[in-house]
């Protein structure tokens, strides 16, 4: 889903560093399957160090944190994702970045219609983030 975003949003896929905010997997045993699990703000947070060391080395231009989860780690605290979804944001350091929904959401979307105009959004936010590349 996030490949094919990308590719739509005209973003090489080659020149981007995914990584995850929180390093553990946390989830929920239903007979044979694993159901992922949200991280607490506690397990997000003791995270950020590792996000800032991941952006110290890569030196990214923008950063487009995708979910609530990412948001936080890179906030330092919650936001709704629709206050901010799409805006163009600077950190204190200087770095630019892009709130927007995580690409799972879309798979929880039951009707078509929904998930096409959230899929829309979702690569709209992508080259929301492109072209705070550019201008960077």
Avoid at 57 to 83: C, E, H
Avoid at 91 to 100: A, I, K, L, P, Y
Wanted: with cysteine; net charge positive.
């Amino acid at each position: 889903m996030l490949d094919k975003a990308l590719e739509e949003a005209g973003i090489d896929r080659r020149r981007v560093f995914v990584t995850n905010a929180v390093k553990r997997f946390k989830f929920e045993q239903r007979g044979k399957r694993r159901l992922h699990k949200r991280p607490n703000t506690y397990e997000i947070d003791w995270c950020r160090w590792w996000i800032d060391i991941e952006r110290a080395i890569i030196k990214p231009k923008v950063v487009v944190a995708l979910g609530a989860t990412a948001a936080r780690s890179l906030l330092g605290k919650s936001v709704s994702i629709s206050s901010v979804r799409g805006d163009i944001l600077t950190q204190s350091d200087g770095t630019r970045f892009v709130v927007t929904i995580h690409p799972s959401y879309l798979l929880r979307v039951k009707d078509a219609d929904d998930k096409a105009r959230e899929y829309r959004r979702f690569v709209g936010d992508l080259k929301s983030g492109k072209e705070a590349m550019r201008s960077a």
